[in-house]
């Protein structure tokens, strides 16, 4: 079984999680990425979040949230995503960049449209009372 690693940036407003949607894909996730040779998480989802979306998170309030795995989306059968989520407060304007064609602030009823992944993460936010209907 082969197994992905990435970061992922949970971020929340009024009951709505901003998801991203790369060029060429049709489902939502949620911004980040993989570690490059070296990084921490931290790191990387620094990078990773400027780079998407054109905004810098404060290092000072980052915060884990918990780790998540399911099949990987677009990928061989068989391939795992494992994927390490944090929130964290941000500087400057979210815009799509780099490979991001679109954002969206997403609700539970937008479920169908993100990833295998998001959806499970969904699940988890409605049961935390965080994610609206």
């Known amino acids: 079984m082969m197994i992905i690693e990435k970061v992922a940036w949970l971020h929340l407003q009024e009951g709505k999680v ?25 790191q990387a989802l620094l990078r990773e ?11 000072a309030t980052l915060r884990f949230l ?5 099949p990987a989306h677009a ?9 390490s989520c944090y929130a964290a407060e941000y500087e400057g304007t979210l815009q799509p960049a780099a490979e ?8 539970y009823r937008d ?5 295998a992944m998001a959806q499970q993460l969904f699940d ?10």
């Not at 790369?22 to 990084?39: Q, T």
């Not at 918990?66 to 399911?70: P, V």
């Open 100 to 107: 991001i064609e679109e954002m969206a602030w997403l609700t």
């Open 75 to 83: 990928q061989p059968a068989g391939t795992l995503l494992r994927m």
């Open 18 to 42: 901003l998801a991203a949607r790369s060029r060429g894909h049709n489902r939502f996730y949620f911004p980040g990425g993989k570690r490059e040779a070296g990084e921490t998480d931290e």
């Open 49 to 59: 979040i400027e780079e998407e979306l054109t905004v810098r998170l404060r290092p």
């Open 111 to 115: 479920r169908p449209r993100v990833s």
């Open 66 to 70: 918990g780790s998540f795995e399911a």
């Open 124 to 133: 988890w936010l409605r049961q935390d009372g965080q994610l609206a209907d």
